[in-house]
């Protein structure tokens, strides 16, 4: 029997990789708490810093601006930081907590970094971060070989967290769709979950309905 940890009506919903202004209309009208814009070249969600300063611009408020980053250095943090009106950084690469440290301290804004999770060893990782990063991003590890450190649509075993919390407040991705959200969300206890292609129609392509499916799903 599945185990009820939180009441879920407080679980805040990350909608990631989004490209056009529909998609962030579909997203505040759906009442997810953020949104996220992608900065890597290899992602069929990639957005310049054009495209993500017209979005930024174009969310209302309450709605978070969240720029997804890769093993960025100085320069595209400070064109981003300059450009982008955001609420906070998820870095999304191999950055070591002493790098999480200084992005925060170089951009003046909130941390969330991810840890890839595939077997109980993995764990280990996000102790050495939640000292550091403002949240963390419990993800899947990517598949051996993917062009992408995350947006695989690949999940991971959540009983390696069930029952367990960290003490900075902590996001589920990895894998997450409509028909699943509901049930990752009673097994781990999550208060925040974050999506890219489970709601998509097809790779970079936001799908309104399946958007509004999957915040009802995790928050009703
Ligand atoms: O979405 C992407 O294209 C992406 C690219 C590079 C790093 C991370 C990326 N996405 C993040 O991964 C999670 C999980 O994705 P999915 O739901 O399994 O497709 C996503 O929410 C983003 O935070």
Redesign the pocket.
């Known amino acids: 029997m599945l185990r009820v940890t939180r009441p879920r009506m407080g679980v805040r919903v ?1 909608i ?2 989004l490209r056009t202004p529909d998609d962030v209309t579909a997203v505040a009208a759906a009442g997810a708490a953020y949104m ?1 814009l ?1 900065f ?1 070249p ?5 957005v310049d810093v054009d495209q993500a300063r017209a979005l930024a611009l174009a969310a209302p408020v309450g709605l978070a601006k969240v720029a ?1 980053l ?1 093993n960025p250095d100085d320069a595209m943090l400070d064109r981003i930081g300059g450009e982008v009106p955001l609420d906070m950084i ?1 870095l ?1 690469g191999s950055e070591p907590p002493v790098r999480v440290a200084e992005v925060r301290a170089r951009t003046g804004l909130p941390v969330m970094k ?1 840890v890839g999770l595939r077997t109980a060893d993995d764990l280990a990782r996000i102790d050495a971060y939640a000292g550091v990063a403002d949240q963390i ?1 419990v ?2 590890k990517p598949p051996e070989g993917a062009d ?8 991971f075993d959540w009983r390696l967290i069930a029952g367990r919390d960290w003490t900075c407040p902590w996001m589920l ?4 769709t409509p028909d699943n959200v509901a049930e990752a969300i009673r097994l781990t206890g999550a208060a925040q979950v ?5 709601v998509e129609s097809a790779p ?1 392509m936001k799908d309104a309905a399946r958007i509004a499916a999957f915040v009802d799903a995790a928050t009703v």
């Open positions: 990350k990631c990789g996220g992608v890597f290899k992602s069929p969600r990639n997804l890769v998820q999304h991810a991003l993800d899947a992408l450190p995350g947006g695989n649509g690949v999940g991705a990895g894998g997450l974050d999506v890219s292609s489970g970079g």
